[in-house]
């Protein structure tokens, strides 16, 4: 994984948080967050205490949420339905307090997409205080990751999308 420091590409191995330029270091909630929602799953919810501020300002594109317990229970809602979730991190810039993190998330649900694993790619900006992450707002295509994984909707949003495109 490439991680991008400051103004300068730097390949940082997560694994052992070190860098090409050993004076490069990966901040502790930037690491952290990143190992964490590499593993996340409905089992180990938990997790989150370890990476998000109790002061937490979370945006996604249905939702803006402000604090950790009502991220906790987002997060518990959205899992609890899912059959499986995983996020593998593809990039990370980061500057100071702040990183831009672009993801692969793939999931499955019983009743999108036939049950079918959907695979989703977007990115998210995050900050850091205190040792954990006090912003953090996602990008990502909604209509590809749910509207157009719902039995009618979904066919009616590809052909929207196949109609603009000609």
Known sequence: MKIIVSNSITVIDMQNNISENSSTQIPLWLNNFTKVYQ???T??????????????????????????????????????????????????????NQAAIYWTMSYQHPKLNKGEVVTV??????KGFEDKVIYHRDYLDLGSMLYEQLPIFGKLIKFIKKKAAN
Not at 52 to 81: A, T, V
Not at 121 to 126: A, C, D, K, L
């Open 39 to 41: 593993t996340l799953s």
């Open 43 to 96: 089992d180990n919810l938990d997790l989150l205490s370890s990476i998000y501020h109790q002061d937490i300002i979370f945006i996604d594109p249905m939702h803006e949420l402000k604090g950790f317990s009502n991220l906790f229970e987002y997060f518990k809602n959205l899992y609890e339905n899912l059959s499986f979730c995983e996020f593998v991190i593809d990039n990370i810039i980061a500057e100071d």
């Open 121 to 126: 790619m977007g990115s998210s900006h995050i």
